[in-house]
T-cell receptor
């Protein structure tokens, strides 16, 4: 149980294009999904939190208009990197939380496999 | 600002030894604590969580929590080369409102288990 998928796993794109990343909870309905970014040899940086049907909450310093988050259902959240530039190249990871029984189900974040974005 | 501190390592132990990973946190109101393992180039995977003072064992892993000292640790017994990874400590506050539902991650400790 608690499987989270991400698609695509790798993206290479030209500067100025937009990239959409999907995050799905496959065997549970997640009440909350989180989007993280991780640069090489650095820790996870939370970008935003999203709840189904409501606007995402962005962390300080994260541009809302650049990183568009849509949480259309309890099993799907998408992150769109608009007008991507080389400095947006990173490892983007989503996590899903909630919807499962017990403490672990309510409190634990389960991570997707991540999406590597390379902007040329 | 909530902080989670970990020794960045690298921590190097021989195969079969006990690896001890430590984590301290600044927010005394923190309620639940998580250990994730992250292999190079991969996303984090949950190893254990703990929310009560004391020890919690799961196979070769033991999590220890001391809320008075604001300290949480992870012991790995009979360490294997496959345990070589970065171990992330994560702390969550209380309640579900505001920022307390978020996890605050430490920067991770790199563990190397030598054959």
């Amino acid at each position: 149980g608690a499987v989270v998928s991400q698609h695509p796993s790798w993206v290479i794109c030209k500067s100025g294009t937009s990239v959409k990343i999907e995050c799905r909870s496959l065997d549970f309905q997640a009440t909350t999904m989180f989007w993280y970014r991780q640069f090489p040899k650095q820790s996870l940086m939370l970008m935003a939190t999203s709840n189904e049907g409501s606007k995402a909450t962005y962390e300080q310093g994260v541009e809302k208009d650049k990183f568009l988050i849509n949480h259309a259902s309890l099993t799907l959240s998408t992150l769109t990197v608009t007008s991507a530039h080389p400095e947006d190249s990173s490892f983007y990871i989503c996590s899903a939380q909630g919807g499962l029984a017990g403490f672990a189900g309510r409190e634990t974040q389960y991570f997707g496999p991540g999406t590597r974005l390379l902007v040329l | 600002q909530k902080e989670v501190e970990q020794n960045s390592g690298p921590l190097s132990v021989p195969e079969g030894a006990i690896a001890s990973l430590n984590c301290t946190y600044s927010d005394r109101g923190s309620q639940s604590f998580f250990w994730y393992r992250q292999y190079s180039g991969k996303s984090p995977e949950l190893i254990m969580f703990i929310y009560s003072n004391g020890d919690k064992e799961d196979g070769r892993f033991t999590a220890q929590l001391n809320k008075a000292s604001q300290y949480v640790s992870l012991l790995i017994r009979d360490s294997q080369p496959s345990d070589s990874a970065t171990y992330l400590c994560a702390v969550r506050g209380y309640g579900s409102g505001g920022s307390n539902y978020k996890l605050t991650f430490g920067k991770g400790t790199l563990l190397t288990v030598n054959p």
